[in-house]
C-alpha cells in the first residue's frame, strides 16, 4: 500500500475529465482499507471505484482511495440456486458474464453496465425492469469513523429506484467491501418484456431464449444506444427518469399526450429524462467539447478535453430546460465530486 503524489484521476473517471487527486492509494484488501482510514494525517478521504458513476468537478485536495479488492466466492449451492460474495473491486459487467458462462440467472439484463460491483448497491442499478435488488442479499460495509464491518440486509438498504441508504443516510459515512447475491439455476424466468428486448429477439429468430440470450440482446441494444467510454468519455445516464404523482401526470400528459411514460404504481408515473431532454433540443448538441449524445439523449459527452465544471454547466442547463417546458425537476445519477 503506497500513498503516491499529485496524480491524474482521467483515467480513472470513464468521463476522463482530467483532474489531480493531492494524494492517492490504491487498496487490493479489506485490511488495507482499514489501515488507510485510520490515517489522521488525511483529513479528507474520497473513494473512487470503477469511476463509471462520477463526474468530477475540480481537483482533488484529498486522499483519493481507488477501491479494487478482487474475489468471487460460492457460499452456497443447491439444485435451485446459488449464493455468492462479491468483492467491490470486481468488474460488474465481467460477473454478469460469469454467472451466464455458469447457467446462473437473474443478472442477465444488467449487462454492459459499467462500473464495479462495490458501487451497485448505491445506485441500486437497473435496466431493462431488473434492478439489483432483485438478486440481492446483502453487503458488507466498513464504517469510516470505526473501521468496522457492517452487514446490511436487503430492508437495511431500503432500496428505491436509484436509490439507497448509502445515498442518503448513510452517505459519506460507510464503504461497500463485498455484496451478497442469491443467483437461480435452471429453468430460468426470463424478462423480455421491458424496452427492446423482445424485437431484438425476434429479429434474431429466438423464440425459446436462454439467459445468454438475452444478455447478448441486452448488450446489442446497449452498444446501439450508448458510446464506448474507451472511445467517447461518459459516464452512462446522467439523469434519472422523474416520478411524478398522479396529479401531476395529469396535467403533464394533457399538455404532452404523445409521450412516453410507466406507471409504476397507483399514484406515481415515471417519465423518460431522455424524452424530456430530447423535446428540449438538447440530443446531439454540443457546447465546445462538452455535449449531448446524437443517440441518446440521457447521455453527456466528453468529445475530448471539457472539464468537469462545463459539463456540470451543461447538465443545470438541461435541467433549467426540462423545468421550465415541463414543470418536472430532472435530477443527476452521478455522483459529483469536487
Known amino acids: 500500500m503506497k500513498i503516491q503524489k499529485n496524480i491524474s484521476l482521467k483515467t480513472y473517471n470513464t468521463f476522463g475529465i482530467e483532474a489531480l487527486a493531492s494524494h492517492f492509494v490504491e487498496i487490493t484488501t479489506v485490511q488495507d482499507l482499514r489501515e488507510v482510514l485510520k490515517k489522521e494525517d488525511y483529513p479528507n478521504k474520497i473513494v473512487l471505484s470503477g469511476g463509471s458513476n462520477v463526474l468530477i468537478t475540480n481537483d482533488l485536495n484529498a486522499l483519493v482511495i481507488h477501491l479494487n479488492i478482487k474475489g468471487i466466492t460460492i457460499l452456497t449451492e443447491d439444485a435451485h440456486s446459488v449464493s455468492l460474495k462479491v468483492m467491490a473491486g470486481e468488474n460488474w459487467h465481467d460477473l454478469v458474464i460469469w454467472t451466464i458462462s455458469r447457467d446462473y440467472g437473474g443478472l442477465e439484463n ?11 448497491p448505491i445506485q441500486n442499478i437497473g435496466a431493462y425492469g431488473v434492478e439489483l435488488k432483485d438478486s440481492f442479499v446483502s453487503c458488507e460495509a466498513m464504517d469510516i469513523g470505526t473501521q468496522q464491518l457492517k452487514t446490511f440486509s436487503k430492508s437495511d438498504c431500503r432500496f428505491g429506484y436509484r ?3 448509502f445515498k442518503n443516510a448513510g452517505k459519506g459515512k460507510y464503504i461497500i467491501t463485498s455484496v451478497n447475491l442469491k443467483l437461480n439455476k435452471p429453468p430460468h424466468k426470463l424478462y423480455t418484456s421491458y424496452g427492446a428486448i423482445e424485437s431484438e429477439l425476434k429479429e434474431k429468430k429466438i423464440k425459446h431464449p436462454t439467459i445468454k440470450d438475452v444478455s447478448d440482446a441486452v448488450i446489442a441494444i446497449r452498444r446501439r444506444k450508448l458510446p464506448d467510454p474507451l472511445k467517447l468519455g461518459n459516464s452512462g445516464s446522467f439523469f434519472k ?5 398522479k396529479d401531476v401526470f395529469a ?7 404523445e409521450a412516453p411514460f410507466y406507471q409504476i404504481s397507483e399514484s406515481s408515473y415515471k417519465i423518460p429524462a ?3 431532454i430530447e423535446q428540449c433540443g438538447f440530443k446531439g448538441k454540443r457546447f465546445g467539447d462538452a455535449g449531448v449524445h446524437k443517440n441518446q439523449a440521457l447521455v453527456l459527452v466528453n468529445h475530448g478535453d ?3 465544471q462545463e459539463l456540470l454547466q451543461l447538465a443545470k442547463k438541461i435541467q433549467n430546460a426540462v423545468l421550465k417546458q415541463f414543470g418536472i425537476v430532472i435530477k443527476p445519477e452521478v455522483n459529483i465530486i469536487g
Not at 427518469?241 to 404523482?245: D, L, R
Not at 396535467?251 to 399526450?257: A, Q, R, V, Y
Open 110 to 120: 444488467l449487462s454492459l453496465i459499467p462500473g464495479n460491483v462495490g458501487t451497485s
Open 306 to 308: 471539457a472539464s468537469g
Open 241 to 245: 427518469n422523474p416520478v411524478i404523482t
Open 251 to 257: 396535467t403533464f400528459l394533457e399538455n404532452n399526450p
Open 163 to 165: 436509490d439507497s441508504i
Open 274 to 276: 431522455a424524452w424530456l
